[in-house]
């Protein structure tokens, strides 16, 4: 089945059955149909914008549009951004930058397009975080790579959270088991050191004065006054 919904003239066309959802963002319309449809042949889930704006609007990056208008985005799940390099308003790199810099989106891997062979527009772009970076024209080969190790990397959260979760329920079952055995534990006995029995306070009280206070000298003079 597929779904075919536009938002602001910009196709959003997904498909139930497939997998990996991927963020395709190019300002040439020819080079975002290649690349959507080597996604689709690749078995991929394909959201395709025309701008580094609109990929922020999308994630929800972008508060100056968000304050205009409702962008329709809300709660669509990205598992890969592929970009364009060379953009107007906002280029690869900068829509990169925005993306590593966001706590809630900095693990989503980022490939760079670019027509340009440059090495240090590679270089730069490997050190801000990029997955990868494709000359195009873009082969189904490199789709196919990529999907290939951020399908991995999907399968290898999903264990590493699943490994959390099973943690997390027995360490809460064994907090419920510890709180079990204290309710059903008999009340603990006070010990001698904090407490006393009634005969203790009443020797207590009735003891004889000790000798030095018999023998003080205000003591035998209060006596010989009274006799």
């Given at each position: 089945?597929?779904?075919?919904?536009?938002?602001d003239g910009y196709d959003l066309s997904t498909s139930d059955t497939e997998e990996v959802h991927v963020l395709a963002v190019d300002d040439s319309l020819v080079d975002r149909?290649?690349?959507?449809?080597?996604?689709?042949?690749?078995?991929?889930?394909?959201?395709?914008?025309?701008?580094?704006?609109?990929?922020?609007?999308?994630?929800?990056?972008?508060?100056?549009?968000?304050?205009?208008?409702?962008?329709?985005?809300?709660?669509?799940?990205?598992?890969?951004?592929?970009?364009?390099?060379?953009?107007?308003?906002?280029?690869?790199?900068?829509?990169?930058?925005?993306?590593?810099?966001s706590s809630a989106f900095r693990e989503i891997p980022v490939v760079i397009m670019s027509s340009e062979n440059v090495i240090a527009r590679i270089d730069r772009c490997l050190?801000?975080?990029?997955?990868?970076?494709?000359?195009?024209?873009?082969?189904?080969?490199?789709?196919?790579?990529?999907?290939?190790?951020?399908?991995?990397?999907?399968?290898?959260?999903?264990?590493?959270?699943?490994?959390?979760?099973?943690?997390?329920?027995?360490?809460?079952?064994?907090?419920?088991?510890?709180?079990?055995?204290?309710?059903?534990?008999?009340?603990?006995?006070?010990?001698?050191?904090?407490?006393?029995?009634?005969?203790?306070?009443?020797?207590?009280?009735?003891?004889?004065?000790?000798?030095?206070?018999?023998?003080?000298?205000?003591?035998?003079?209060?006596?010989?006054?009274?006799?």
């Open positions: 089945m597929r779904t075919t919904e536009k938002i149909k290649v690349i959507e449809r080597l996604l689709r042949i690749s078995s991929c889930k394909v959201t395709a914008v025309d701008s580094g704006r609109r990929a922020l609007q999308y994630l929800g990056l972008d508060e100056e549009i968000q304050k205009k208008e409702t962008n329709g985005f809300d709660g669509l799940k990205v598992d890969l951004i592929i970009t364009d390099y060379c953009m107007p308003g906002m280029t690869g790199y900068e829509l990169l930058k925005k993306v590593k810099e050190e801000k975080g990029a997955e990868d970076f494709i000359v195009k024209p873009v082969k189904l080969s490199d789709v196919k790579r990529i999907i290939d190790y951020t399908t991995t990397e999907l399968r290898e959260g999903e264990q590493r959270e699943g490994a959390r979760a099973r943690r997390r329920g027995i360490n809460k079952r064994k907090q419920r088991e510890g709180d079990d055995d204290l309710s059903s534990s008999p009340p603990s006995t006070l010990s001698s050191s904090t407490s006393s029995s009634p005969s203790s306070s009443i020797q207590s009280a009735t003891a004889p004065l000790s000798p030095s206070t018999l023998d003080s000298p205000t003591r035998r003079l209060k006596m010989t006054s009274s006799e």
